[in-house]
């Protein structure tokens, strides 16, 4: 069975500082992983995805995360965040032969203060 | 083009009621997955369908609900009779097929459930 593991719940941090959101994937098979975000009143979206390829994957809003096999990590970074980016952050896999439905972290609370 | 959408966006009912979820998907998108968020939970899986076919639907967790994709558009997922664990936010997503499911999956912005 597949699992994920976010590590932190909550994440407070001031604007322009850096952040790391930690994710941790537990599976017998390959995997794709995805980050999604959820604004306040809003449906989940896509911030980046890892198919195949380059390790280190760029998505929107200047989120990047980068895949480390040997320690099944996907942990996303922002060089510097904004007010905006509070939100909440998931991480998610699916793997090869589940089908296509997503399983996903508990889901880390960004806070960004000023 | 417009995103997926979901009706109600709120939805209040007391213990043993009934009700309906319902979901529109992006327009072309074949696969329909239903997830759901009980409050201090991660998002769970319920099913997917890919057109008007259950795919894959273990996620259920009882025979109280009820999913359905009549002509593979819209979904309707049917909670009768509901119980109190059933409060969440159910999500609805839906992707394009390609071959593999690695596609994006564009989610509605939920239908929050409260069972009295």
């Known amino acids: 069975a597949q699992s994920v593991t976010q590590l932190d719940s909550q994440v407070p941090v001031f604007e322009e500082a850096p952040v790391e959101l930690r994710c941790n994937y537990s599976s017998s098979v390959s995997v794709y992983l995805f980050w999604y975000v959820q604004y306040p009143n809003q449906g989940l979206q896509l911030l980046l995805k890892?198919?195949?390829?380059?390790?280190l994957v760029k998505g929107i809003n200047g989120f990047e995360a980068e895949f480390n096999k040997s320690q099944t990590s996907f942990h996303l970074r922002k060089p510097s965040v904004h007010i905006s980016d509070t939100a909440e952050y998931f991480c998610?896999?699916?793997?090869?032969?589940?089908?296509?439905?997503?399983?996903f972290g508990q889901g880390t609370e960004l806070s960004v203060k000023p | 083009e417009a995103g997926v959408t979901q009706f109600p966006s709120h939805s209040v009912i007391e213990k043993g009621q009934t009700v309906t979820l319902r979901c529109d998907p992006i327009?072309?998108?074949?696969?329909l997955y239903w997830y759901r968020r009980v409050m201090g939970k991660e998002i769970k899986f319920l099913l997917h369908f890919v057109k008007e076919s259950k795919q894959d639907e273990s996620g259920m967790p009882n025979n109280r609900f009820l999913a359905e994709r009549t002509g593979g558009t819209y979904s309707t997922l049917k909670v009768q009779p509901a119980e109190l664990e059933d409060s969440g936010v159910y999500f609805c997503a839906s992707s394009q097929w390609a071959g593999g499911y690695g596609n994006e999956q564009f989610f509605g912005p939920g239908t929050r459930l409260t069972v009295l």
């Open positions: 890892y198919l195949s390829g380059s390790t």
């Open positions: 998610a896999v699916i793997s090869y032969n589940q089908g296509g439905k997503l399983i």
């Open positions: 327009s072309g998108h074949d696969n």
